[in-house]
């Protein structure tokens, strides 16, 4: 417990987010659809292959979705911090930013989520599918989850959509088949447009959070940076039209119009707090995002992390 609030270490403590249930849920549903539909539907070739690329995609997807939300990204600062075997002596070794919430040193890449309740190194963003933070110690294995999770949807939707193509051109086949061997055509054909669709939204999705990801990686920003970075940029774009439209009375009781074309005002000054407004990203940050792009790729705090991860206590690594 800190500050009246429980802390959470991993996706396993509760209290769990409905969608980290409806995550669970739907894995179940598709495995039993696979096993139960797709795979006495399909003629033995396409079952063969069906079976390899599902089943082992899945079996992947579970497996680093466990280790994801089983790991604890807390920044290992405030752990040897709040470690009683450290007598509550402050560390201080390269530690240069503070958290007024965990009440320790903290690295400056670090982040208080407000939902885990503690710092997170590295911090990237708080995944609710997983009901855990993604920082430094889980972020490889979250990129390894969205790939194999796009692998996955894929091989269901190309079989879905062969599956479809068969009742369409081969109605009678397939109706005799699905009568034969599930009891029932019209709800098997059912439950296949709904894994088609579901697959097909999803692995879309899934294909433009893995481009994010390359986008961002070769930006140097995490998800929160890139959030931060749009929202300042966003603040700053209305602070110009504001100052465009802007009107000035006169003594004489005319107006002035202030609306000048072409001239951009400069670096806008960020907010002492910008993350104030929103319950991911409500707490303080340790640094300043620049509002030009390039000065963020040379942000210094960023190599600072690359030198402190080399120091971390061994213990606290995965
Ligand atoms: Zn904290
Ligand atoms: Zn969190």
Redesign the pocket.
């Known amino acids: 417990m800190r500050n009246g609030k429980r802390i959470k270490r991993n996706g396993f403590n509760p209290p769990f987010h409905p969608f980290q249930i409806i995550s669970w849920l739907v894995t179940t549903f598709n495995i039993c659809i696979s096993a139960i539909i797709y795979i006495p539907m399909l003629d033995f070739i396409a079952k063969a292959i069906f079976g390899i690329f599902y089943f082992s995609s899945q079996a992947l997807v579970i497996i680093i979705a466990y280790k994801a939300t089983k790991c604890d990204p807390t ?1 290992p600062w ?1 752990i040897e911090h709040t470690n009683p075997a450290s007598n509550g002596t402050q560390t201080t070794q390269n530690c240069e930013a503070f ?4 009440n ?1 040193n ?1 690295n400056p890449k ?1 982040k ?1 989520c407000s939902r885990c309740n ?2 997170v190194d590295n911090f990237d963003h708080h995944c609710k599918w997983l009901g855990n933070c993604i920082g430094q110690r889980n972020y490889k294995l979250f990129i390894w989850l969205i790939v194999s999770l796009m692998i996955n949807l894929l091989v269901i939707f190309v079989f879905s959509v062969i599956l479809l193509e068969n009742y369409f051109n081969n109605f009678g086949d397939f109706q005799d088949k699905a009568n034969d061997k599930l009891g029932n055509c019209n709800a098997v054909i059912a439950l296949i447009w709904i894994m088609a669709m579901f697959s097909g939204v999803f692995s879309l999705a899934d294909i433009y959070l893995i481009g994010l990801h390359i986008y961002l990686a070769k930006l140097g920003m995490t998800t929160f940076d890139y959030i931060i970075y749009n929202r300042n940029k966003e603040k700053s774009k209305n602070k110009i039209n504001s100052c465009k439209d802007e009107t000035i009375v006169t003594p004489d009781g005319g107006n002035i119009n202030i609306n000048i074309p072409g001239v951009k005002i400069g670096k806008i000054s960020m907010d002492s707090n910008p993350y104030a407004d929103s319950e991911d990203y409500n ?1 303080s940050r340790r640094f300043d995002l620049p509002y030009d792009e390039t000065e963020l790729k040379s942000q210094s705090n960023i190599s600072v992390l690359a030198s402190d991860v080399n120091n971390y206590p061994a213990s606290n690594k995965c």
């Open positions: 920044d405030s958290c007024t919430i965990c320790c903290v670090s208080h503690r710092c707490s």
